[in-house]
Every structure is written in C-alpha cells, then in structure tokens.
C-alpha cells in the first residue's frame, strides 16, 4: 500500500524551528519528486517547497526562502523540511506529496499525505 505519512508539527513560539518528516511506505522515494505544500485556514493550498527526483535541485516559495529547507535520506525512505525562523505567517496544515516532476502546484502529485500541523504563537 503506497503511503505517505508526515509527523513532527506542533506548537512552537515565533523566531522557532520544527523540523517536518514525511516518511513513504510502499514505494521508494528516491525515484520520485517530492513537494511540501501548506494550507491556513481559509486559504488555498499553497506550494512550500520542492525537491527534484532527477538531480536533487530544491525550490522554495518566495515566503520561506532563506528560512526552510528541504531534504531527503534514502536510507530512511524520509523527505525533511527543517523550518527556521517561524513567523506568525506559517500556521498551516502541512503536507507531503510525491509525483513527476518538482513543482510548487499541485496537479504534478500522485500521492499525498494526511497532514501535520504547525502553530506558531507566543
């Protein structure tokens, strides 16, 4: 069964870190790109971050860039993205998907995980 499973949301003051993990059963991910989206409340759906299947180029929105950094391990079958410098702009749902081609829209991505949340208050 093919999974996608993230962990390590929580609570965190502002000027924190969390560091998300998406873990994958079922497949590997190494053969795929994967793509950390998040989604405030009442808002859409927005691309975060992206790392490339191919030569392992890594892509960040404008919003996080500087602050957020995504990773992979083989090893672990684990996709990370280390969030730093937390601000009262990243409260979301975040998700992990995997697909094609590393994007930061949605379309691209065949699997998707449940979700971890993040807040950020003082």
């Known amino acids: 069964q093919v999974q996608l499973v993230e962990s390590g949301g929580g609570l965190v003051q502002p000027g924190g870190s969390l560091r998300l993990s998406c873990t994958a059963s079922?497949?590997?991910?190494?053969?795929?790109?994967i793509g950390w989206f998040r989604q405030a409340p009442g808002k859409e759906r927005e691309g975060v971050s992206c790392?490339?299947?191919?030569?392992?180029?890594?892509y960040y929105a404008q919003s996080v860039k500087g602050r957020f950094t995504i990773s992979i391990d083989n090893a672990k079958n684990t996709v990370y993205q280390q969030m730093d410098g937390l601000t009262s702009e990243d409260p979301a749902v975040y998700y992990c998907?995997?697909?094609?081609?590393?994007?930061?829209?949605?379309?691209?991505?065949?699997?998707w995980g449940q979700g971890t949340r993040v807040t950020v208050s003082s």
């Open positions: 790392i490339s299947s191919s030569d392992r180029s890594t």
């Open positions: 998907a995997a697909g094609k081609y590393a994007v930061l829209y949605e379309r691209p991505y065949d699997y």
């Open positions: 079922g497949f590997n991910l190494g053969g795929y790109s």
